[in-house]
């Protein structure tokens, strides 16, 4: 069983479209993350949410908006897609609190959006 | 804030060979470090994570990295290379639990790609 999941693996659309991925963790973590990787691998943390409750928000387009509808879900919604949003589209979860173990993330495969 | 910093885009080492990569960190209180590995079209694996305690850390695949305080750094190594190890490798920081109010926001540096040749 895949730990943490992504749909679409591959996601190539237009200039102006709305597009969404959505991510699913079996690993019953109460914490989830989206990350953006762009072309030269540059990894940057985007969101988390704790429990569907948005604890981190960096700062990113309000043409992104995630969606928590429970805490083994995340989603990604991203409107009025643009060139500069092609990158790979990392998910990953963690188990919530202040212990170290906390800090361990699980990622998911990545999905590769291509805006034309 | 907090930032890393991986010297070398690129590492190219012989099979059986040392492998060495660097990074530095910046951080105003005590990080938790942490060497992430992504093999091709995959998500990334944790290899190791530095965060109280022991300062040489020994992670999956043979590997290790030592928290150098006095050099701000946290330098991945294996003693011999095998032509699974290539990959991008990642250093990321992160700021402890009593800093961080609980969120656990991982900052990664540019990444270094390792090569493993015959």
């Known amino acids: 069983d895949t730990a943490v999941s992504q749909t679409p693996k591959y996601l190539v659309t237009q200039m102006g479209n709305d597009k969404s991925i959505k991510c699913e963790q079996n690993?019953?973590?109460?914490?989830m993350y989206w990350y953006k990787q762009d072309s030269k691998k540059f990894l940057k943390i985007m969101f988390s949410y704790n429990n569907k409750e948005l604890i981190i928000n960096e700062t990113v387009p309000n043409r992104f908006s995630p969606k928590s509808p429970d805490k083994a879900h995340l989603n990604l919604h991203i409107n009025s897609l643009e060139l500069g949003d092609s990158a790979v589209y990392f998910c990953?979860?963690?188990?919530?609190?202040?212990?170290?173990?906390?800090?361990?993330?699980?990622f998911g495969p990545g999905t590769r959006l291509t805006v034309t | 804030a907090q930032s890393v910093t991986q010297l070398g885009s690129h590492v190219s080492v012989s099979e059986g060979a040392l492998v060495l990569l660097r990074c530095n960190y910046s951080?105003?209180?005590?990080?938790?470090l942490f060497w992430y590995v992504q093999y091709p079209n995959q998500g990334l694996q944790l290899l190791l994570k530095?965060?109280?305690?022991?300062?040489l850390v020994k992670g999956i695949n043979g590997f290790e990295a030592e928290f150098k305080k006095s050099e701000t750094s946290f330098h991945l190594t294996k003693p011999s290379a095998h032509m699974s190890d290539a990959a991008e490798y990642f250093c990321?920081?992160?700021?402890?639990?009593?800093?961080?109010?609980?969120?656990?926001?991982?900052?990664f540096g540019a990444g270094t790609r390792l090569a493993v040749h015959p």
């Open positions: 690993l019953g973590h109460d914490t």
């Open positions: 951080s105003s209180v005590p990080p938790y």
């Open positions: 530095y965060t109280t305690g022991a300062t």
């Open positions: 990953a979860s963690s188990t919530a609190g202040d212990h170290a173990n906390s800090y361990e993330q699980y």
């Open positions: 990321a920081v992160s700021l402890p639990p009593m800093f961080s109010g609980g969120y656990n926001k991982l900052i």
